[in-house]
């Protein structure tokens, strides 16, 4: 069992910055490779980005190649997404999220955390 806290959300103007982290619970975060997802008012929950377990490899989706960068910290339990000069686009409630094998389909995922808002203003 992995239990997720997001944390880092907020209010920030468009090309600002923001750090979102996840907090795991358990001794076994290592074994996880981690992602994190958004979904906006309206619209189906997407993919964002994820590490594998090491974190020797990253994936992102298209529109945030080159301005998100995810990390992780297994010796911390936690696992971090820097984002760089924000759209309003942006703007949704960020998940992280766990699952054994590293995948962009949200329906592989196992473990979720509550989310966190993310507000790009223009």
């Known amino acids: 069992q992995v239990q997720l806290v997001e944390s880092g959300g907020g209010l920030v103007q468009a090309g600002g910055s923001l750090r979102l982290s996840c907090a795991a619970s358990g001794r076994t975060f290592g074994n996880y490779a981690m992602g994190w997802f958004r979904q906006a008012p309206g619209k189906e929950r997407e993919f964002v980005a994820a590490i594998s377990r090491s974190g020797g490899s990253t994936y992102y989706t298209d529109s945030v190649k080159g301005r998100f960068t995810i990390s992780r910290d297994n010796a911390k339990n936690t696992v971090s997404l820097q984002m760089n000069s924000l759209k309003p686009e942006d703007t949704a409630v960020y998940y992280c999220?766990?699952?054994?094998?590293?995948?962009?389909?949200?329906?592989?995922?196992?473990?979720w955390g509550q989310g966190t808002q993310v507000t790009v203003s223009s």
């Open positions: 999220a766990a699952t054994r094998f590293t995948t962009t389909q949200s329906l592989d995922y196992n473990y």
